[in-house]
């Protein structure tokens, strides 16, 4: 059973950045795509975002240019550096992978709560 285990959400001041990490219990580096998601309260969860294996990624509008993703095959662990943090960026952070042959796999979450 693959484990994705998420780490560094918390508490935030507008402008301000936080670091996520996600640790997974097996190798990552053939799987296909590995990504970030949020869910906020009362809404659809959603796609932040995602590396493939070949080095593409793919960011959701809202955090372009805020966002970066990375992956670190030779440590299993992918990042979200999140700067420039807006309250609408309040939510669950989830890690995904996705294998690309139709199995994924989530972590169990980690809150980021941006406020003043």
């Known amino acids: 059973q693959v484990q994705l285990v998420e780490s560094g959400g918390g508490l935030v001041q507008p402008g301000g950045s936080l670091r996520l990490s996600c640790a997974a219990s097996v190798s990552i580096f053939s799987i296909y795509a590995m990504g970030w998601y949020r869910q906020a309260p009362g809404k659809q969860r959603e796609l932040v975002a995602a590396k493939t294996s070949g080095g593409s990624t793919n960011y959701a509008d809202s955090v372009k240019g805020r966002f970066t993703i990375s992956r670190d095959n030779a440590k299993n662990t992918v990042h979200l550096q999140m700067n420039s943090l807006k309250p609408e960026d309040t939510a669950v952070y989830y890690c995904?992978?996705?294998?690309?042959?139709?199995?994924?796999?989530w972590g169990q979450g980690t809150q980021v709560t941006v406020s003043s």
């Open positions: 995904n992978g996705n294998t690309g042959t139709g199995y994924e796999f």
